[in-house]
């Protein structure tokens, strides 16, 4: 069964130790390996996902899904040239999707999956308010049964102080109105990764994210 090797955290945290060029290119084959190791797990997860979500087929490629490890440092204090962990947003688009997708991210310290869209732009963020406002009953019930499990999470933390133009604070689902981001996320620990049905339990999670998944794709269809 598929699922991340544990030499590919070994790396991850030896890079988190000794995050510098010179580190990095004596331990390239290690580098090489771990992206080996992700880009072929991300192929299984593309080909899963692909059986249940018409929006994901398998001419998608890992290498376009993933995210480049080296950082840009050009604006921020914080110098140090990689990132210490993989990245990979699945969409029909790879990773640079404007819209609903999943994603997945790959730690030395901390691991997740997640579904949804981060950051729509003005007029998907404008279409998904508005499809809350007029099928929030739906969305809550979505939510609900799966919030309620506790795996599960809603990204709330990136949202409006008040209610957008055109929204009262009065209005039954102004807290998921109120949303800039609309993710859904599931922490994972290394041994959930490296587990040899990680890649089951993995799409068991996407599975039930689907319908939300669902919900905003249909709000920007609509628009």
Not at 59 to 70: H, P, V
Not at 89 to 98: C, E, P, Q
Not at 112 to 131: D, S
């Amino acid at each position: 069964m598929s699922h991340i090797q544990k030499s590919t955290f070994d790396f991850l945290t030896e890079l988190k130790e000794n995050n510098t060029r010179e580190w990095f290119a004596d331990n390239r084959e290690k580098y090489e390996s771990a992206l080996a190791d992700v880009r072929s797990f991300l192929t299984d997860l593309i080909a899963a996902l692909s059986e249940f979500d018409p929006k994901i087929n398998t001419s998608i490629q890992a290498n376009k899904c993933l995210f480049r490890i080296y950082r840009d440092t050009r604006f921020s204090n914080d110098k140090t040239p990689y990132k210490t962990w993989f990245g990979a947003g699945i969409s029909v688009d790879g990773r640079k999707l404007r819209g609903p997708e999943y994603y997945i991210h790959i730690g030395a310290e901390n691991s997740f999956i997640a579904c949804g869209y981060w950051r729509p732009e003005k007029p998907h963020l404008e279409a998904i308010r508005q499809e809350i406002d007029y099928s929030g009953e739906q969305l809550a019930k979505t939510l609900n049964g799966l919030l309620d499990e506790g795996k599960i999470n809603l990204f709330k933390e990136d949202l409006l102080k008040r209610a957008p133009a055109g929204y009262g604070e009065d209005n039954p689902y102004i807290d998921f109105i109120k949303l800039k981001s609309f993710v859904l996320d599931q922490p994972l620990t290394i041994k959930d990764l490296s587990n040899k049905n990680a890649l089951d339990n993995i799409i068991a999670s996407y599975k039930k994210m689907l319908p939300f998944k669902e919900f905003l794709q249909e709000a920007i269809d609509s628009e």
